[in-house]
Every structure is written in C-alpha cells, then in structure tokens.
C-alpha cells in the first residue's frame, strides 16, 4: 500500500485546512485509516481514525474542530481542520491498518501563525 498525504500549508489561527490522504496499492485490506500529528520537538500522537463503516473517532484536543472523512472509493481520506490553534502547528501523516497490515504515509506540513 503506497499513502500520498497532501493539503498541508500556511494560515492563521482560526483559519481552516483540508488534508487528504490518498491509497494506492493493496487497498482491499485497508480497514481503518488514521491520522497522526508530530510537533517539533514531541512525540507523534493520534489525531483521529474511520473504519470502513465509517465509524469515527477523534482524538479529545481536536473535538469540535477537526472531521475525518473518507470518499466514496473508500481509498481516500480526508481531515477537515476548522478553527485551527497554533498548536495544531506539525506534520500530519496518514496510516491504515488492517490484517496484517500497518503503512504510514509521508507527513504534510500544518503550519498556524499569523
């Protein structure tokens, strides 16, 4: 399975983004999609998760503010990122899981500063 992150850039606080995060490959397998965040300097932490039956759950510090979505293909996913905070400033990366499975994708970068 090959991921290709993408939407990352530049805005301000309270500004929105849309990543997405698109699979190629072996993408039957595919049962859950996630997205992960890093900031300079911390640990790579979870940021939300869909099933295949589009069941969804999101990381408490982004409640509210961030949806997880995925397209009707199912090999696409998306993180809708509304009110954004200057901590949400890091690299997101996409990961799907599955049997036997577990791939992450490169990072995009979400920068939030005015």
């Known amino acids: 399975v090959q991921l290709q992150a993408s939407g990352g850039g530049l805005v301000p606080p309270g500004g929105s983004l849309r990543l997405s995060c698109a699979a190629s490959g072996s993408i039957d397998s595919i049962r859950t999609m996630h997205w992960y965040r890093q900031a300079p300097g911390n640990q790579r932490e979870w940021v939300a998760s869909?099933?295949?039956?589009?069941?969804?759950d999101v990381a408490t510090s982004v409640k509210g503010r961030f949806t997880i979505s995925r397209g009707d293909a199912k090999s696409t996913m998306y993180l809708q990122m509304n009110s954004l905070k200057s901590e949400d400033t890091a690299v997101y990366y996409c990961r799907v899981t599955g049997p036997r499975l577990n791939y992450w994708g490169q990072g995009t970068e979400v920068t939030v500063s005015s």
């Open positions: 869909i099933t295949g039956a589009g069941i969804t």
